[in-house]
């Protein structure tokens, strides 16, 4: 939730007539978080919203399963998994999500859409953000348009009614990750009026917001919801996306990643200095090019260190990877919790004099062990865990 937003034709006061030219009245909808207690949207709609007749799903991905290896059975280590290896499912995003890692909070997948989407969609498990490695396109919701390109990040409010059109010339990358206990800014960034603070890595300018279009009629009548890990069809007379004003602080927008401010300190800053986005039981890092540490003596590198309350995701966008070795755009590394980790040999000591880092990744340290799919157990390097060893120790 950035700020209070209103577009369109709105009353001037909360559950009063809004009326047509012509008379007509029309219909609000409330779209409220935790109840009535925490942030809302209204729509004005010119058709009563609720009125869709159940049908038969559709379209949907495969839901994630941990893979049948039981986790007390599978070994600790750090793992590597290349989703750049993996057959690339095609279709429409709604049809084409792989999930790789899963926990109680937390979904992790990977998708390469090459078609739009043919129905609406509401995720009403979970808040979603999408980070697009490659492609493009236009995210279409009852509350108007949120183009998005390479290297942005998408929100979509749990609930929002959407549907994705992806740029059919560009070869399309994204990372989905699915919010189940929501998703926000760090409390740490605003101050208590809710505005972000001078000294946060973003500005409220750095958001781009929903383009506000009206009533569209797309000729689309059908709506998948997903509640529960499970798909359900709904059939509209009318279009749902028939919204023609509304007000409130609940809608979706695109932040890129590159517009996030990077600090640099007189020693290693740790993670929680890129910290990005919070949601229940994780902290979603961006780490951008920027200045390396200033002390005379500094090592840049990140520390080995031991992870005893978290699994660290890391995925790799782009840049020059210093602490690693092996891995690409498309790479992920996680490190359970219970195993120290840290650079590749060699890595800590040539950082030593650098001055700065191209590195671009999306990270994630959850509380709750994440649990691999069979997908991602397909692409796995089985090498990694033992990268790690000194061949001259």
């Given at each position: ?232 069809g709904f059939t509209h007379k009318h279009t749902p996306f028939d919204v023609i004003g509304w007000d409130g602080s609940v809608y979706p927008w695109a932040f890129p990643i590159l517009n996030f401010q990077p600090r640099a300190g007189l020693v290693h800053l740790p993670p929680t200095w890129h910290g990005t986005f919070g ?115």
């Amino acid at each position: 939730m950035l700020e209070r937003l209103v577009v369109g034709d709105v009353p001037a006061k909360h559950h009063i007539q809004l009326r047509s030219p012509e008379g007509k009245l029309r219909y609000e909808e409330c779209f409220t978080r935790e109840g009535f207690d925490g942030p809302y949207t209204i729509f004005y709609h010119e058709h009563r919203p609720h009125t869709a007749r159940v049908s038969v799903p559709q379209h949907g991905w495969k839901i994630a399963s941990p893979a049948a290896t039981l986790p007390d059975l599978r070994p600790l280590s750090r793992r590597h998994y290349q989703t750049q290896k993996m057959p690339r499912q095609r279709g429409a995003p709604i049809d084409a999500r792989a999930p790789i890692l899963t926990n109680a909070d937390v979904t992790l997948s990977v998708l390469h859409p090459d078609k739009n989407d043919p129905v609406y969609f509401v995720n009403a498990d979970a808040d979603e953000l999408f980070f697009v490695l490659e492609g493009g396109g236009v995210l279409r919701t009852m509350l108007g348009d949120v183009p998005f390109q390479k290297f942005d990040y998408v929100c979509i409010p749990r609930g929002i009614m959407h549907r994705f059109d992806v740029d059919a010339d560009k070869e399309q990358s994204w990372l989905s990750i699915e919010c189940k206990g929501g998703l926000d800014l760090l409390k740490q960034w605003r101050n208590e009026v809710g505005q972000l603070r001078m000294d946060a890595p973003y500005s409220h300018r750095d958001f781009h917001k929903v383009e506000f279009k009206g009533l569209v009629d797309e000729g689309i009548r059908d709506v998948v919801v997903k509640k529960g890990d499970a798909f359900h069809g709904f059939t509209h007379k009318h279009t749902p996306f028939d919204v023609i004003g509304w007000d409130g602080s609940v809608y979706p927008w695109a932040f890129p990643i590159l517009n996030f401010q990077p600090r640099a300190g007189l020693v290693h800053l740790p993670p929680t200095w890129h910290g990005t986005f919070g949601t229940r039981g994780a902290l979603i890092c961006s780490f951008v090019p920027r200045m390396t540490d200033f002390h005379p003596l500094a090592i840049p590198c990140p520390y080995p260190h031991s992870s005893v309350d978290c699994d660290e995701f890391l995925f790799y966008c782009d840049g020059n990877f210093t602490s690693r070795k092996g891995v690409g755009p498309g790479s992920v590394s996680h490190h359970p919790m219970g195993v120290a980790h840290g650079p590749h040999p060699g890595s800590y000591e040539r950082s030593i004099g650098t001055t700065h880092t191209t590195e671009l990744a999306v990270m994630l340290d959850t509380t709750l062990p994440l649990l691999p799919t069979g997908i991602a157990l397909d692409v796995e390097d089985p090498a990694y865990h033992d990268s790690f060893i000194d061949p001259d120790e």
